[in-house]
């Protein structure tokens, strides 16, 4: 199994990114998407997570700014970050849950810098 995020790099204060994380090697079925991040030199922090039925939650400091959503059709999660911020600065990681198991993917660098 293997996951592929993209669409991070670089933006400046107040602009938008749109993140996409595609699986493949595993059958379709039930599962859970979840997007991460890391801050250098912090630990790894939940952002959002959506379920099968599309179903979406996000911790308190991620609401209203960040939006989870998928296709299931496509095996693919996304996550659009809006308004953004130097703290948002990152590197962005996807989990993938099924059948009792996570799999996360490399990770994709979001830069937030005028």
């Known amino acids: 199994v293997q996951l592929q995020a993209s669409g991070g790099g670089l933006v400046q204060p107040g602009g938008s990114l749109r993140l996409s994380c595609a699986v493949s090697?595993?059958?379709?079925?039930?599962?859970?998407w979840a997007w991460y991040r890391q801050a250098p030199g912090k630990q790894r922090e939940w952002v959002a997570s959506?379920?099968?039925?599309?179903?979406?939650n996000y911790p308190e400091s991620m609401k209203g700014r960040f939006s989870i959503s998928r296709d299931s059709a496509k095996n693919m999660a996304f996550l659009q970050m809006n308004n953004l911020t130097p703290e948002d600065t990152a590197t962005y990681y996807c989990?993938?849950?099924?059948?009792?198991?996570?799999?996360w993917g490399k990770g994709t660098l979001v830069t937030v810098s005028s």
């Open positions: 989990k993938d849950s099924a059948s009792g198991t996570d799999y």
């Open positions: 090697g595993r059958t379709f079925g039930a599962n859970v």
């Open positions: 959506i379920v099968s039925n599309g179903a979406a």
